[in-house]
């Protein structure tokens, strides 16, 4: 089975740039989620993808946008950069259940902006 | 609005000592609850979770986790801390209103000091 992976693992950008994080969801699972977790912070809810559609969104401005392809891996774009926007980009994968909410988690995007 | 507070930022133990992580939760429906344990530079991995099953959850490396409703807490524990065990530990609750499911909404973290 294979686990939740992201890239690229580390990357600066100055401000204003815009940025594209990608990550591959575990096998068998149909959900993506994506996580901003600043220094010292627990993770914050950025968005949901299902079936290729945005499925719920956390309170973060519109120039953070993603996509999920048909095989389930998906992207998330960060335009407009802002220093505020250091911090580490986790993915989170799982099946659409009800019952559970587990998350299976990759090791994250550490973005820097400069 | 689901919410969870984790008491305590840093806890320091000696090896061999008793662990205890403090979360308390906030949740208008019966919640899930989740333990993470993050390592240096990595992501977050399961230790346990609760989904209305037995009160008493019991995870990997030894963790386990009471759901006590009439305290709205779930406080982490393992009897004997191992030096392997210092890392971020967050806890999490599933918010199970609006449009997503699986989303979780995370507590602060507790690092977890383990001394010699």
């Known amino acids: 089975e294979t686990g939740v992976t992201q890239s690229p693992t580390h990357l600066i950008k100055t401000r204003g740039q815009q940025v594209t994080l990608r990550c591959s969801s575990q096998?068998?699972?149909?959900?993506v989620s994506w996580y901003q977790q600043a220094l010292g912070q627990g993770p914050q809810f950025i968005f949901q993808?299902?079936?290729?559609?945005?499925?719920g969104r956390g309170n973060f401005p519109p120039r953070f946008s993603g996509l999920q392809f048909p095989n389930y891996s998906s992207e998330l774009n960060v335009n407009a950069l802002e220093l505020d926007d250091s911090a580490l980009y986790l993915c989170?994968?799982?099946?659409?259940?009800?019952?559970?909410?587990?998350?299976?988690f990759g090791e994250g995007s550490r973005l820097t902006v400069l | 609005a689901q919410s969870v507070t984790q008491l305590g930022s840093h806890v320091s133990v000696s090896e061999g000592a008793l662990v205890l992580l403090r979360c308390n939760y906030s949740s208008s429906v019966p919640p899930y609850l989740f333990w993470y344990v993050q390592y240096p530079n990595q992501g977050l991995q399961l230790l346990l979770k609760?989904?209305?099953?037995?009160?008493l959850v019991k995870g990997i490396n030894g963790f386990e986790a009471e759901f006590k409703k009439s305290e709205t807490s779930f406080h982490l524990t393992k009897p004997s801390a191992h030096m392997s065990d210092a890392a971020e530990y967050f806890c999490a609750v599933s918010d199970q209103a609006g449009g997503a499911t699986n989303k979780l909404i995370f507590g602060t973290g507790t690092l977890l000091a383990v001394q010699p």
């Open positions: 993808y299902y079936r290729e559609e945005e499925n």
């Open positions: 096998s068998g699972h149909n959900t």
């Open positions: 609760y989904t209305s099953a037995a009160t």
């Open positions: 989170a994968s799982s099946s659409l259940r009800v019952d559970t909410g587990e998350l299976f």
